[in-house]
């Protein structure tokens, strides 16, 4: 139970707060102009600061720098005891407590210069959580738990722009679903642990569909492949890798491999080159040595016995004349004779000596190959280098996706057969669990039948996805029905825990939940909060504007202005919860 909220500064309005119902009424004056309104009488303020002292980050109003170094100091009951908590919006990582700490499984420090009970954030938020909802250390032993915050916002729901009111089950617009799983069957008593549990097979699939994900890209993108091909793969690669690795290890590498290339070219050339060169030469020393055989010298008889046998005589001097003429023939064939030998041996030389130039170089062509053949160049060893650490690459990536493979198919399996595991546990133990469930159809059902003539149905199912949480009421579609549908369930909740834990339990709403209601709805719903709250020892506490008090549907019986526990105006500039305005 909240006794009452208050600060530091003189101009806050202090609130004390009384048992069962209490209204924090917004009026709208006469003398306020059709401009002003009532936003910013602090209505939103209030519940912001009731989180703040309750653990909560600073949010949009608090963070104002004109409400910097205020102390608001909430009272209120927990474990049976009354408690005084104090927290300064300028240094809002220390809380102080006045009041009994002794039984607290996590103790308030001393502070040496004020002597007050100092406790950090996070252990206020674990003190509450015990202390309210009895939330266990062994919890811990669980990855995703219900917590305190997530707790507590279901029993004071922020203002609209948070999505606070845009289903029973969600109390803030971003909210996870299994956050809204496991802090909706906490509250109903429901085995929140297999929400847990399932959550975590949930995130082992996630994983699993990254591996699969990793397992179809990387260097090798384009090739699916399931196990087989791909062990095959890596089989094929790991060969081609070993064989590169020997090549690299037995590569040498001549730094004038290049320039010893391009001479054994030049010496193979060159060879080709005088090997033509004999070649022809020797057909011209053929045709000499032909010549020469045929070179034949001409015989004065010969020619006188041809003219004899034409019939001609020939003078004496004709005779002298031949002799001469056949002289000269003579010489002539023996010049023709000295010329074709003295080119016989000029050619003859030519070809030995080109011979023996080939066989130099040859000989040196020889010695080159031999060097190229047990060396290769350096781009040569790059290129061959370059390759292999391609192929080692291949094959890691090959091996990773193999690998991601096989833990997919193995964890897809075993995750199967957990999941149905799990689903089983948990349907047996939502049976085992019937009277909690029935409890709180019931109360919701209770609840909605006194809003409207057809009660309403709160269903609990635990499906493939976790728990499944649905609220029916005839009508649903307008958003006053809405609207009544979360505070059928908070108040659910408020009659439910009022009965559980030793801490007063507290249910807060801000005026946005009666946006859109009807009339008689509103006045109905207040009846029953002030009617419920008295009954089973709770408090309800909302903000309320004056224009839309329900007056003319209150039953006679029903006093509204007694749970009027404020008042805020927009008469004055400090009419409202600060006193200020901004």
Not at 13 to 22: A, E, R
Not at 133 to 148: A, M
Not at 171 to 178: D, G, I, L
Not at 266 to 277: Q, S
């Amino acid at each position: 139970m909240i006794h009452s909220i208050e600060c530091d500064n003189p101009s806050f309005k202090k609130i004390v707060f009384k048992d069962g119902l209490n209204v924090i009424l917004a009026e709208r004056t006469k003398e306020a102009t059709i401009k002003d309104s009532r936003n910013g009488l602090g209505k939103s303020t209030l519940i912001e600061i009731i989180h703040f002292c309750l653990g909560a980050d600073k949010r949009e109003t608090l963070k104002n720098p004109r409400l910097d170094n205020w102390t608001f100091i909430l009272n209120l009951d927990l474990g049976g005891k009354t408690y005084s908590i104090s927290r300064n919006t300028a240094d809002n990582n220390k809380i102080i407590i006045e009041g009994d700490c002794s039984d607290w499984k996590i103790k308030p420090t001393i502070d040496e210069k004020s002597r007050k009970q100092i406790i950090s954030r996070n252990d206020w938020k674990k003190c509450l959580g015990i202390l309210m909802f009895n939330l266990q250390p062994i919890y811990d032993e669980f990855e995703y738990v219900p917590t305190f915050r997530s707790l507590i916002s279901y029993f004071i729901r922020q203002n609209g722009q948070r999505g606070s009111f845009l289903t029973p089950f969600q109390q803030y617009k971003s909210q996870r679903e299994w956050d809204i799983q496991i802090n909706n069957a906490f509250l109903l008593s429901l085995g929140w642990e297999y929400a847990s549990k399932l959550q975590v097979i949930k995130d082992r699939v996630k994983f699993l569909n990254h591996l699969k994900k990793e397992a179809q890209s990387g260097l090798l993108a384009n090739l699916m492949g399931n196990i087989g091909e791909l062990e095959a793969l890596k089989i094929r690669i790991e060969a081609q890798v070993q064989d590169e690795d020997s090549q690299l290890r037995s590569f040498k590498v001549h730094n004038q491999y290049n320039q010893i290339e391009r001479n054994a070219d030049n010496l193979t050339k060159n060879i080709h080159e005088l090997v033509n060169l004999n070649m022809t030469d020797r057909m011209i020393l053929e045709h000499y040595e032909a010549s020469l055989s045929e070179e034949k010298d001409a015989r004065t008889d010969k020619i006188i016995k041809i003219y004899k046998e034409a019939g001609l005589v020939f003078m004496d001097i004709i005779t002298k004349k031949i002799d001469e003429v056949l002289d000269f023939h003579r010489k002539v064939v023996a010049n023709r004779k000295d010329f074709l030998t003295n080119e016989m041996d000029r050619i003859r030389g030519n070809i030995s000596r080109r011979e023996d130039e080939i066989k130099k170089m040859t000989s040196q062509r020889t010695e080159l190959m031999q060097i190229l053949q047990s060396h290769g160049a350096l781009e040569e060893f790059n290129e061959l280098q370059k390759n292999h650490q391609n192929s080692v690459s291949q094959l890691k990536d090959i091996s990773i996706r193999l690998e991601n493979l096989k833990k997919f198919e193995q964890g897809k399996s075993g995750i199967s057969i957990e999941q149905e595991l799990l689903h089983q546990q948990a349907n047996r133990d939502l049976s085992e669990r019937e009277f909690q469930r029935r409890d709180a159809i019931l109360t919701f059902n209770e609840n909605s039948e006194a809003l409207y003539e057809v009660p309403g149905t709160l269903s609990i199912d635990f499906t493939k996805k976790g728990f499944k949480f649905g609220i029916n009421i005839e009508r649903s579609g307008s958003q006053g029905i809405s609207n009544m549908k979360i505070f059928c369930y908070d108040l659910m909740l408020a009659k439910l825990w009022a009965k559980r834990t030793k801490t007063p339990i507290f249910l807060i709403h801000d005026s946005n939940i009666f946006d859109g209601v009807d009339e008689r709805q509103r006045a109905l719903a207040l009846q029953l909060a002030a009617s419920e709250s008295s009954k089973h020892g709770f408090q309800y506490i909302c903000t309320f504007n004056s224009d839309m008090i329900p007056q003319k549907d209150f039953r006679g019986d029903f006093d509204f202005s007694s749970n009027v526990v404020r008042k805020l105006t927009d008469a004055t500039v400090d009419g409202g919860l600060l006193g200020i305005r901004f």
